[in-house]
T-cell receptor, first 109, second 114 residues
Framework: GQNIDQPTEMTATEGAIVQINCTYQ??????LFWYQQHAGEAPTFLSY??LDGLEEKGRFSSFLSRSKGYSYLLLKELQMKDSASYLC??????????WGAGTKLIIKP | NAGVTQTPKFRVLKTGQSMTLLCAQD?????MYWYRQDPGMGLRLIHY???????AKGEVPDGYNVSRLKKQNFLLGLESAAPSQTSVYFC?????????????FGPGTRLTVL
């Protein structure tokens, strides 16, 4: 079966750095996405990785290792507004997105 | 541009009642999707459409029907609602098939079936 694993909840301090991990087992791989979802709102796109390595976009970076079936999202200089759920999703061989359950990130002052 | 819109935002149904959720997008996207989101679970694909007049089943299609009569609209129908269909429903759209293909989401419909 297809599976995406990520921690259920993480806590971090304002101004710090946090890394949210995602491991996946899917039938085929056509890219990995990270989305942010604030409580009660729709998911919004953060990043996309299809090749191994690090993609940086401002305070957010995303890393991919296809051989390990592993990705992480790195958030730097955390702000209170970063409190949200972070969803990892993998596009499988049929180009369907398989979603993880999401990691709820709590930022404390 | 409004992006992706959904109506209604909230709805309470009794078991056995029917309803239709409407999704509209103004980005001229070919692909549209209906997901449900339940606590502790990832988004699950109900049905999707690869273009006007087409529909296809996703991961959890039972109990739902869809129609895509116009490119900009994607309707999700519940013929006989059940408590197990209590969920948050998200519609999404994307431009084309392929690897990099960001999905844009609507604000969601919170459905409770009593």
């Amino acid at each position: 079966g297809q599976n995406i694993d990520q921690p259920t909840e993480m806590t971090a301090t304002e101004g710090a750095i946090v890394q949210i991990n995602c491991t996946y087992q899917t039938s085929g791989f056509n890219g990995l996405f990270w989305y942010q979802q604030h409580a009660g709102e729709a998911p919004t796109f953060l990043s996309y990785n299809v090749l191994d390595g690090l993609e940086e976009k401002g305070r957010f970076s995303s890393f991919l290792s296809r051989s390990k079936g592993y990705s992480y999202l790195l958030l730097k200089e955390l702000q209170m507004k970063d409190s949200a759920s972070y969803l990892c999703a993998v596009k499988d061989s049929n180009y369907q997105l398989i979603w993880g359950a999401g990691t709820k990130l709590i930022i404390k002052p | 541009n409004a992006g992706v819109t959904q109506t209604p935002k909230f709805r309470v149904l009794k078991t056995g009642q029917s309803m239709t959720l409407l999704c509209a997008q103004d980005m001229n996207h070919e692909y549209m999707y209906w997901y449900r989101q339940d606590p502790g679970m990832g988004l699950r694909l109900i049905h999707y459409s690869v273009g006007e007049g087409t529909t296809a089943k996703g991961e959890v299609p039972d109990g739902y029907n869809v129609s895509r009569l116009k490119k900009q609209n994607f309707l999700l129908g519940l013929e006989s609602a059940a408590p197990s269909q209590t969920s948050v429903y998200f519609c999404a759209s994307s431009e084309l098939e392929g690897q990099y293909n960001e999905q844009f989401f609507g604000p969601g419909t919170r459905l409770t079936v009593l």
